[in-house]
């Protein structure tokens, strides 16, 4: 059975990913783009089959503000930032199909051209992040 991606299930659909940060769109229900977003899959800690429990974070582009500028701002946030920034993650659950058996994990430098952030991308094409 193949695994389904997140995004797709909740209405969203992946414009880009830069260092695991997503330029979303959410559709309405005629399947129309509707309005951007910025998103971020978060997990504190590596996946495993056991501890399978990652967030969501998503903020919409208000208008007059590009979602590029938005995710450009993400992309220098450390992971425990998301946390402390008052948005409500959605908290979801993933299942065995959607992760991998072996991870090759990716450091990606942010805009800042010092830190890392720390990636895995599962079964469904998503890149997640972790602390």
Not at 31 to 51: I, K, M, N, W
Not at 84 to 96: D, H, T
Request: proline letters at 7%; charged letters at 25%.
């Amino acid at each position: 059975m193949r695994a389904k991606p997140i995004f797709a299930s909740l209405g969203l659909v992946v414009r880009s990913v830069e260092n695991g940060v997503y330029h979303l769109q959410r559709l309405d229900e005629h399947g129309f783009p509707r309005r951007d977003t910025v998103g971020l899959l978060l997990s504190e800690a590596p996946l495993t089959p056991q501890s399978s429990k990652v967030k969501l974070f998503l903020q919409d582009a208000p208008a007059g503000v590009p979602a590029a500028r938005i995710r450009h701002q993400w992309q220098s946030l450390d992971a425990r930032r998301f946390e402390e920034s008052g948005l409500e993650p959605l908290e979801l659950a993933l299942s065995e199909d959607q992760i991998p058996a072996f991870f090759i994990e990716q450091r990606q430098k942010r805009p800042d051209g010092v830190r890392v952030r720390h990636t895995v991308r599962l079964n469904t094409g998503e890149v997640l992040c972790y602390n």
